[in-house]
């Protein structure tokens, strides 16, 4: 029953604040996934008595509920944070955990717990450096008979922690050093046994990993001036002759790295006669790794200019021992950036040791007005992201760039089975439903390839199509059904190797549903259809920027969510569910209503809030049109409640 009241009290509480907010309130509650992480933490009592003190945990819990493993019943329900006592008797017990959710979602899980009135016998203490964080020791202990134990780390402040026999301690001191660490190894026997050892704890001086890969890039897109990731530009001094510091180039995991120690400053030149013109990048990216560095500023100079310009930007706060990646607004850097000729990096009076890689310029890349749906990258201007050869994650699949456009190439010399030349990408597919898939491929020659969704292991159950290709550029759409196959880690599918000629794929996209019922869903021909409101008389008002036209409005004044509103007039079917895909972004943080509904009448409608960033992103949402439907229904958005720009552009809704 406390765990009836519970709930019960929630929704009480839920639905009187329902008078003053919406139903989406709401969502977090039913949204809520099971608990993860479960733990019970065993404390027994060294006096043979067999008391045992239960403490569970989880991620996302909210309640639980201990079944004691002895025959003896359950505990009840325990909030977070409560314990319960228990007696055994000697003996091995697996101890089953209830972790409930807030939605009622349940995590069952078993611990084992070992009750012995023996004192601990073969004991094994094992302390070691963490290996790649400073000043951190890691402990572990096996032991006959034994239930938990405890480690005192002798720094002085009592810390004294506890765990389980055979879950580790990890304990981070505030500097190296020699510590007395004493470890004490409890059963439920009066004696205890002992353990202290005298052990160094060290620091990490350098990486031991290689600094993060920097993404794919477009050359235009990025001016490299060290890394393995780009073609970097011919640099004259690096470093100079008048810098500061002790310089050596490095390599961690085959990743060439500059080791900068007892650094002040330190300069690097691009070319005095043929200056860098940054006007057109965005950022400026570097990665560094430090153990004793406690400040650090990034300066740009223009030497043609007389007298020279120059800015320094603070990275900040500098973290320790570990690779920080560093992306500096070039619009910071108050000066001319269309001649820079010398780059410093500057310890700013701390005179430590950084290693530093991946230092470039860069600018985003050109917003795309193509939408994959489910996948990534699924134009390929990415290069090979997320795209591979057959099922093996690491074996990427090989694409060409022409004319800027980036696309999957591949050419089949040998007929085989179809299976022997293939590129999938994992992607999640659920068990009954349908999908739409769609892409462009053409080829050198008349030929077929073969196309569809299904497993990426196992029996490698399928649903795909052959497709006819030609020489012409095409789009293709295949309505598929995942009939008997689903999982996490399923996959879109192309297999080619049945018939020979070149393949090219570009503009995959696979979307929930039997296809776009939207019109015009990517506004490229303007307005049409979409309206303001229901008013088939006012068009929704659009802009256009470089080749990509969306819909856009800057709301001034907070009212109704639907005081501002865009909508299609398109036949909604009662109670069937629909997908609603879409790209949204403003100039801020701010919220907006998407969904499907009636043009008139009552208006009924499902719809969900959305909250959107300055960082256009895709957004999906499932909606039931429970109880409504009409052939004059409507994909709608409101956008009224909060000020700030509203962008919304590669609208799609398919029916499930």
């Known amino acids: 029953m406390k765990n009836i009241k519970y709930i019960f009290t929630f929704f009480v509480a839920i639905m009187m604040l329902g008078c003053e907010t919406e139903e989406r309130d709401l969502n977090f509650?039913?949204?809520?996934?099971?608990?993860?992480n479960t733990s019970v933490s065993f404390s027994v009592t060294?006096?043979?008595?067999?008391?045992?003190?239960?403490i569970p945990n989880a991620d996302g819990a909210v309640q639980f509920e201990l079944d004691f493993g002895d025959g003896t019943g359950s505990s009840g329900l325990l909030d977070v944070g409560e314990s319960i006592d228990h007696v055994y008797s000697e003996g091995e017990y697996l101890v089953s955990l209830k972790s409930i959710a807030i939605n009622g979602k349940e995590t069952i899980s078993s611990h084992q717990l070992i009750v012995s009135f023996q004192p601990p016998q073969n004991v094994i203490v094992d302390i070691q450096n963490d290996g790649v964080v400073s000043n951190t020791v890691r402990v572990n202990v096996t032991a006959d008979f034994a239930t938990m134990y405890e480690v005192d780390f002798g720094n002085g402040n009592?810390?004294?922690l506890s765990a389980n026999i055979d879950e580790e301690l990890v304990f981070e001191y505030l500097q190296a050093g020699t510590y007395t660490i004493t470890v004490t190894v409890m059963s439920a026997a009066i004696e205890t046994f002992v353990y202290t050892e005298e052990f160094e704890v060290t620091e990490i001086l350098a990486p031991i990993t290689a600094a993060p890969t920097p993404p794919f890039r477009q050359d235009a897109d990025v001016i490299s001036i060290y890394s393995d990731a780009y073609d970097n530009i011919v640099t004259t001094e690096f470093p100079t002759d008048w810098s500061d510091t002790e310089f050596a180039e490095i390599q961690v995991e085959g990743d060439n790295i500059v080791n900068y120690t007892n650094l002040a400053f330190t300069g690097i030149v691009t070319d005095y006669t043929n200056p860098t013109d940054l006007t057109a990048m965005e950022f400026v990216h570097f990665d560094y790794w430090t153990a004793d560095g406690s400040t650090l500023g990034f300066k740009i100079v223009n030497t043609q200019l007389t007298p020279a310009q120059e800015d320094i930007e603070n990275v900040g706060d500098v973290i320790q021992d570990q690779w920080v990646s560093v992306d500096i607004p070039l619009d910071d850097f108050d000066m001319d950036r269309s001649q820079v000729t010398q780059l410093l990096f500057d310890a700013l009076g701390n005179r430590a040791?950084?290693?530093?890689?991946?230092?470039?310029?860069?600018?985003?890349?050109?917003?795309?007005?193509?939408?994959?749906?489910?996948?990534?990258n699924g134009d390929f201007e990415l290069g090979s992201d997320s795209w591979i050869i057959g099922v093996n994650d690491?074996?990427?699949?090989?694409?060409?760039t022409d004319a800027g456009n980036t696309y999957y190439s591949v050419d089949v010399t040998s007929a085989g089975n179809a299976f022997d030349v293939n590129i999938s990408q994992k992607v999640e597919i659920i068990e009954g439903n349908t999908y739409t898939l769609t892409f462009d491929a053409w080829s050198a020659v008349n030929r077929s390839i073969i196309a569809g969704i299904g497993l990426s292991g196992g029996d490698f159950s399928n649903n795909s199509l052959p497709v006819d290709i030609t020489t012409d550029r095409t789009t293709y759409s295949l309505t598929l059904a995942a009939t008997g196959f689903g999982a996490v880690d399923a996959r879109v599918l192309f297999d080619l190797g049945a018939e020979i000629g070149l393949v090219n794929i570009d503009n995959?996209?696979?979307?929930?549903?039997?296809?776009n019922l939207v019109v015009n869903g990517d506004f490229q021909n303007g307005s049409d259809p979409w309206i303001v409101g229901v008013d088939d008389n006012s068009p929704a008002p659009v802009v256009t920027d470089g080749n990509n036209t969306y819909y856009s409005v800057n709301v001034t004044s907070a009212g109704n969510a639907f005081d501002v509103n865009m909508s299609q007039k398109l036949e909604i079917v009662a109670d069937q569910t629909y997908v609603l895909t879409f790209d949204a972004w403003s100039d801020g943080n701010r919220s907006i209503i998407a969904g499907i509904g009636l043009s008139g009448g009552s208006f009924a409608n499902t719809s969900q809030p959305v909250d959107i960033s300055s960082v256009r992103t895709t957004y999906t949402l499932t909606l039931t049109a429970s109880g409504f439907g009409a052939t004059d229904a409507r994909v709608l958005f409101d956008v009224g409640a909060e000020t700030g720009l509203v962008n919304i552009d590669n609208v799609s809704l398919s029916q499930l």
């Open 29 to 36: 509650v039913s949204n809520a996934e099971a608990p993860t």
């Open 46 to 54: 060294q006096d043979n008595t067999g008391l045992v003190t239960l």
């Open 158 to 160: 009592n810390d004294v």
């Open 353 to 376: 040791t950084v290693f530093v890689d991946n230092l470039y310029f860069y600018k985003s890349p050109a917003a795309s007005i193509f939408n994959d749906g489910l996948l990534n």
């Open 394 to 400: 690491d074996n990427l699949a090989p694409v060409t």
């Open 508 to 515: 995959v996209s696979l979307f929930v549903g039997n296809g």
